[in-house]
């Protein structure tokens, strides 16, 4: 199998991550990385002697040999390191979020479609077992019809200075929730808090509501007790609980729900209904436990070859974006309602 000649761009925590799967993986083999750090370098040159290593973008792009790219820098620099790599003609992965504005994501998105490029985004979590399991079981109504969902992203640590809690950490859940549930939400509120430093959100709540009236609430935050990685889907037959944190039971079935009670007899008016709760067993399914980013680059690489389309592509990165950009606005404007406009053409946050 031919594999694709693949850059990695940054070599910090996460870029280390990406560059031993880009050489690992079956559909791409890794050409070399760039970073200008020299620190950064002679880790790389250590862990992949022989891959090059680069100090900028242009000796990358000068490079015949690299196919594609991915970017594993700071969300501020996605945009402009990313429409360079577009303009020179090369397939791009972007680490999540896509850019920090909806506008910087769209013209990414124009670009790559312009140019008939792939352009795909790092939500790593839906190469994960566990959401393609819990996918699998709202996609085939095992839980009945979804009533509401919500998700906890919370530790303590890795505090950044350039982005808040909610651009580091909301983008894998709001890609997730809109992966679930096959929509994008029209409407968001939300709180953030910012106790370390000032002007930037240590924690966040949001409430969002998607157009088939399902409701959902994240709640982010890296100053908490506990490492949490929790996601919770209500159906009205069945519930489920989805954490991340448990390597051996990450998905748990709860066959539990509220029910009208029909042993207590006819009901003469809408009133008189009982309703009864209904406490059932708890299943676990055996989720085969898969590196979620080595099966997220070989999509890159299939995709980035023609192959089967990736669901994380920027179109989806995009109503990430927008999601962010609008529970940011609310936030900073005391939890007043956003609703996201998705025109055809127009895309814009109406306040
Ligand atoms: N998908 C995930 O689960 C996940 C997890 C962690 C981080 N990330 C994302 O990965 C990206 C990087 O995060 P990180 O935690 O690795 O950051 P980091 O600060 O640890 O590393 C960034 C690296 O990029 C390098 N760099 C900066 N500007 C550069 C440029 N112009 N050219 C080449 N290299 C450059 C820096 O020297 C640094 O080594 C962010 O977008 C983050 O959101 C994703």
Not at 164 to 172: D, E, I, K, Q, R
Not at 252 to 262: F, N, T
Request: charged share 20%; glycine share 8%.
């Amino acid at each position: 199998m031919t594999t694709i000649g693949t850059a990695v761009i940054g070599y910090g925590y996460w870029g280390v991550n990406l560059a031993r799967n880009v050489a690992g993986a079956d559909s791409t083999h890794l050409v070399g990385v760039c970073d200008p750090d020299p620190d950064r370098q002679a880790v790389l040159a250590q862990n992949h002697p022989d891959a090059d290593v680069w100090s900028n973008l242009d000796q990358v792009l000068a490079d015949e040999r690299v196919e594609a790219v991915v970017l594993a820098t700071p969300a501020s620099t996605h945009h402009g390191l990313g429409m360079d790599v577009l303009r020179a003609n090369r397939h791009l992965m972007v680490e999540k979020p896509l850019s920090e504005t909806v506008a910087h994501a769209q013209e990414l998105v124009d670009e790559a479609d312009s140019r008939g490029l792939l352009l795909m985004v790092g939500h790593t979590f839906l190469y994960s077992n566990p959401v393609k399991h819990l996918k699998n079981w709202i996609d085939t109504r095992e839980l009945g019809a979804v009533q509401y969902l919500y998700s906890q992203r919370l530790s303590l640590g890795r505090i950044r200075r350039d982005t808040n809690a909610l651009w580091n950490f909301a983008p894998h859940d709001i890609s997730i929730m809109n992966h679930l549930l096959g929509e994008t939400p029209v409407e968001v509120t939300a709180k953030g808090f910012s106790f370390i430093q000032q002007g930037i959100d240590d924690v966040c709540f949001a409430s969002l509501t998607y157009p088939s009236g399902i409701g959902a609430n994240l709640h982010v935050s890296w100053i908490d007790p506990r490492k949490t990685r929790l996601m919770t889907v209500v159906g009205d037959e069945k519930m489920a609980i989805y954490n991340d944190v448990s390597a051996d039971q990450p998905l748990w079935m709860v066959d539990s729900g509220v029910a009208r009670d029909s042993t207590l007899g006819e009901y003469e008016s809408l009133g008189d209904f009982q309703w009864r709760t209904r406490a059932g067993d708890i299943s676990i399914p055996r989720v085969p436990m898969v590196e979620p980013l080595r099966a997220e680059i070989n999509a890159f690489g299939v995709a980035a070859a023609g192959g089967e389309p990736v669901p994380t592509d920027g179109r989806h990165g995009l109503e990430v974006v927008q999601v962010l950009a609008a529970i940011d606005a609310s936030a900073q404007d005391g939890g007043r309602p956003v609703s996201i406009d998705r025109g055809p053409t127009d895309v814009a946050i109406a306040a």
